[in-house]
């Protein structure tokens, strides 16, 4: 389990107060343990701190609340609550701990691109497997070599060590550490919040990524090395670009769970799903077992929908779907 692996780095995180929620007359509202005059003492780094945790923690007190409104009491710990109370309890300062976001976001890719890798390699000797792979420009072109993978991998935990991880870090600092819900949410909750990422998440990258494509300040600084450093497409380079690129990403991601409210349970589902899909995307392989085979019908793109804008930039900006290109006019096979 990805939280096992990274348990004994997190354990040794710093911890925040607590902050708490409770209510008055049926409203949440929260419990901070700073009293006027001390607030007023901090300055105003502190204030946004405590105004920001107090929107999050509204939040998730108002998503308890809709579970416990909209749910019997069974169905709200429908979605695995054995998981979730033995997560509550044995790994509660892990999910609390600021490295866990931006740690989970590295690990999961990597160990997503594992099976990509052995493919690879497979490929140099198995012809099978070497037909499936995308051939852009109607060229054959090879699967990267080991190499290849290791100078890719030196440089995305190059970019998370430097970068993304300390960056991160801060902004759950300033934010301080969430209050757990007591019950696990309905499948139905799940379901839908992670569906509501997911077209988000969708939504928000279409419009960052036609933005880096036609201002050309924004492609030379932030998104062109994505392009150059992958000509030939392969699993690991789906996170392989520019420190900026990667951080606004992640960000990206963490905001859209917020928007929705997600329930952890529903914000870890959204994470596993979107790293795999945009590992998924890149892999350079035209999988029979793709997810997009399964729900092409709900205009999931694949492998070769995002080929297509990696031969033709401007064309297929959506990172998933492809709603957004049919109505702008950039979707091409």
């Excluded at 929260?30 to 009293?35: R, S």
């Excluded at 420009?137 to 070599?145: G, I, N, R, T, Y």
Aim: overall charge positive.
């Amino acid at each position: 389990m990805l939280l096992r692996i990274i348990s004994s780095v997190l354990l040794k995180s710093p911890r925040f107060p607590r902050a708490s929620v409770t209510s008055r007359g049926g409203t949440p509202y929260l419990m901070t343990g700073f009293n006027e005059h001390e607030r007023s003492s901090r300055g105003w780094l502190s204030q946004i701190r405590v105004g920001l945790s107090a929107q999050i923690q509204t939040r998730k007190a108002l998503h308890h609340l809709h579970c416990r409104t909209f749910c019997s009491e069974s169905e709200a710990c429908s979605a695995s609550p054995g998981l979730w109370d033995s997560v509550r309890a044995d790994q509660e300062e892990i999910l609390k701990s600021p490295y866990l976001p931006a740690c989970f976001a590295f690990l999961t890719h990597v160990v997503f691109c594992v099976p990509f890798f052995f493919m690879d390699m497979l490929s140099y000797v198995c012809p099978q497997i070497r037909s499936r792979r995308i051939a852009p420009d109607s060229a054959q072109v090879p699967a990267p070599s080991p190499r290849l993978w290791m100078e890719c991998l030196g440089r995305l935990t190059l970019r998370y060590v430097t970068v993304v991880l300390p960056a991160v870090v801060m902004l759950q600092c300033i934010l301080k550490s969430p209050v757990l819900p007591e019950r696990a949410p309905s499948w139905y909750c799940l379901c839908g919040e992670v569906l509501a990422c997911l077209l988000l998440f969708d939504t928000f990258f279409f419009a960052y990524h036609v933005s880096v494509h036609k201002f050309s300040w924004l492609y030379r600084n932030v998104h062109q090395e994505h392009h150059q450093q992958n000509r030939a497409l392969f699993a690991l380079a789906a996170q392989d670009g520019s420190s900026v690129e990667l951080l606004s990403l992640l960000l990206l991601a963490l905001m859209c769970t917020w928007l929705v409210g997600c329930h952890p349970l529903s914000e870890a589902t959204f994470h596993l799903l979107n790293t795999w899909l945009a590992v998924e995307d890149h892999c350079g392989y035209d999988l029979p077992m793709g997810l997009h085979r399964f729900f092409s019908k709900w205009g999931l793109g694949g492998a070769l929908f995002h080929q297509t804008h990696h031969t033709k930039p401007n064309w297929n900006y959506a990172p998933y779907f492809t709603h957004w290109d049919l109505l702008f006019g950039t979707y091409r096979e």
